[in-house]
RNA sequence: UGGCCUAUAGUAUAAAGGUAGUACGACAGAUUUUGAUUCUGUUUGUCUUGGUUCGAAUCCAGGUAGGCCAACCA
């Protein structure tokens, strides 16, 4: 069939190694280290190893990689255990690094016995030194050439905590002269008297990631232990460390990992947009976290199905932003319910309009079969958008100009009459008509317009702030751009109207709603909401085809 | 310039020696009580040079371009 959808290599390669039966079902894990958020790049990740166990019958366990106690925290696992669950995922384990502490320290008491590990007293330069360069091969100092029972008893006392921080390493004995430089004898635990955010101050020596990695997968029987590119380097010290402790072989996959326009995804570069206070917080809705995104009402199957279409491969990529808002607009437009929101209010008196209110019925979704609905007030003083006048209108323009006509949404068609202008000349109210024969639903006016207005009633509307978030740099490829990535913030990226006039079916709102403003986009409430301020994030903008033509026409 | 990875429309991603396809974008049109949505159509591509072959995006050789690797980070 031509609807099946082709696979990625790695599901080629799992579905190769459960035919050969090499394994009865698979293992996956996703690995964080809880020093940061989660981004949109970890759901990359997230969205593979859980949807690859998912389509196979396997299994995904969370690992927190934490062997670095110096930049780890309780406060980072809490915000990654409950990203991965908002995205839809459930782990079948839930292990730390730190569970394998000291089945690791018997691992490399192993690698001392067999003469392939050696407590090294250098100090990081000379280290480095000694390592050589891509083109110069390594050579060993005399540290190397300690006995089997001269390393024990020292790496028991940097154990025990004899030892200053870096007065010790402990190397594995592999490869000085290898072409990749990770095999020239690589450190694989440091001395560290430090916190451990789960263990405490048991320990004071950590191993490194290459001494922790493979084995904490070996340990857990992952049959797939998929990263990114940069490891690649790191997969010949991987199998290095399973082949010489003899433990169970788990093999280790790369592929490209996730760039997108307008943004950036390195934690460093994230957490210094937090630190000088580019932005409030973590959360912040233009940061690409995964909790900013939630908080700026990004839906969770909307970035699962970015993730799907991005696909899986091992080249450099710059995904356009463009791909995830078209992923966020398809999920909201089913789902949003349809209010109107007037965000720079022109006042419109209806002449001929004597009622003091007539309630219209809107629908709630016109995308959907079953759409509830719900009473609109309308009144003799209504507010449009002011961008929705224009005195002289330019060519295919088809909102309200003098003498024009226009729908207003679900109720009737108005004639614009005469232009009241204050003192210095500024529009400050429209005097209109409507056509009764004209409300919506029974219009036998026989009248066509071709514009239709959202619009809210004066008396009736209630107050709101609105956040408009704009993307967060100016450049297209921040990573590429020249200089301090700092310069190319987004001065605008934030704009708060802190008054808007809002249908008064807003009152009456909850937390997890998603709205489309009429003609403005999808918008959610934000957390910092209280009973007396609502605050609306937009989401993301609905399409303009009309600012395209505008821009054609300048 | 030591080793490794990669190269398909503007951006991604398929095609496992046999019609270069899909999505987003762009453009044009239809529908529309949201200039939205929906629908239809159009446009644009195999890094390069050779070779093998009836036939190459795919195999081989040589170029070229981009990326990664020399943290007591992960």
């Not at 079948?92 to 502490?101: L, W």
């Not at 990770?182 to 004071?204: S, V």
């Not at 934690?267 to 908080?295: A, C, F, Y």
Request: glycine share 4%.
């Amino acid at each position: 069939m031509s609807e099946e959808k082709s696979l990625n290599f790695i599901e080629e390669i799992i579905e190769k190694d459960l035919a050969e039966g090499k394994h009865a079902s698979i293992i996956t894990r996703f690995p964080p280290e809880p020093n940061g958020y989660l981004h949109i790049g970890h759901a990359k990740s997230i969205c593979l190893n859980f949807g690859l166990a998912n389509k196979y019958g396997g299994k995904t366990n969370l690992r927190f990689d934490d062997t670095n106690p110096v930049t780890e925290e309780t406060e980072y696992v809490e915000s990654i255990k409950a990203d991965i669950q908002w995205l839809g995922f459930s782990w079948a384990n839930e292990f730390y690094a730190s569970d394998y502490f000291e089945k690791l320290y018997e691992f490399a008491t192993t690698l001392i016995k067999k003469g392939l590990a050696y407590v090294d007293d250098s100090n990081s330069d000379d280290i480095a030194k000694q390592k050589g360069s891509p083109t110069v091969p390594g050579v060993r100092n005399k540290y190397a050439d300690r006995t089997v029972e001269e390393n024990l008893e020292l790496f028991t006392a940097m154990r025990n905590g004899k030892y200053a921080d870096s007065e010790k390493v402990l190397r594995a004995k592999a490869d000085m002269s290898s072409p990749n430089m990770h095999m020239r004898d690589p450190i694989i635990y440091r001395i560290k008297h430090a916190h451990h955010h789960r263990t405490g101050n048991k320990w004071c020596i950590y191993p490194m990631y290459d001494f922790a990695h493979g084995q904490s997968d070996s340990i857990e029987n992952i049959t797939h232990s998929i990263c990114t590119l940069e490891f690649i380097p790191h997969r010949e010290l991987y199998n290095w460390f399973i082949d010489k402790l003899a433990i169970f072989p788990s093999h280790q996959y790369e592929f490209a990992r996730l760039n997108m326009t307008y943004t950036v995804m390195s934690k460093r570069k994230l957490l210094q947009l937090v630190n000088e206070k580019h932005v409030t917080s973590w959360d912040d809705p233009r940061m690409p976290t995964i909790s900013g995104m939630r908080r700026r009402g990004y839906g969770a199957a909307a970035l699962r199905d970015f993730c799907d279409k991005i696909g899986i491969a091992k080249r450099e990529n710059l995904i356009d932003l463009g791909l995830l808002e078209f992923c966020v607009r398809e999920e909201l437009n089913k789902t949003a319910l349809r209010r109107m929101v007037v965000f720079h209010p022109l006042k419109i008196t209806i002449t001929n309009f004597d009622k003091e209110v007539e309630w219209v019925n809107l629908e709630d979704n016109p995308e959907d079969p079953n759409t509830t609905y719900r009473q609109v007030p309308f009144s003799k003083e209504i507010y449009i958008e002011q961008d929705d006048f224009m005195e002289q209108p330019p060519k295919k323009y088809f909102r309200l100009f003098p003498g024009g006509k226009v729908r207003l949404k679900g109720a009737y068609i108005i004639q614009c009459d005469e232009v009241v202008k204050d003192n210095e000349n500024n529009i400050v109210e429209l005097k209109c008509t409507y056509i009764p024969e004209s409300k919506s639903g029974n219009d036998t006016s026989g009248i066509h317009v071709k514009g239709t207005l959202h619009w809210v009633s004066i008396a009736h509307a209630i107050n709101a702030e609105v956040k408009l978030y704009d993307r967060l740099f100016k450049v297209e490829n921040v990573a590429e751009a020249e200089g301090d990535f700092k310069e190319y913030i987004n001065p605008d990226s934030l704009q708060i109207l802190d008054k808007v006039y809002a249908e008064p079916a807003l009152a009456n709102v909850n937390f997890d709603d998603r709205f489309q403003f009429l003609r403005k986009g999808y918008f959610c409430i934000d957390k910092d909401s209280t009973a007396n301020q609502i605050i609306f994030n937009r989401t993301v903008t609905l399409k303009d085809g009309w600012a395209k033509e505008v821009k054609k026409q300048s």
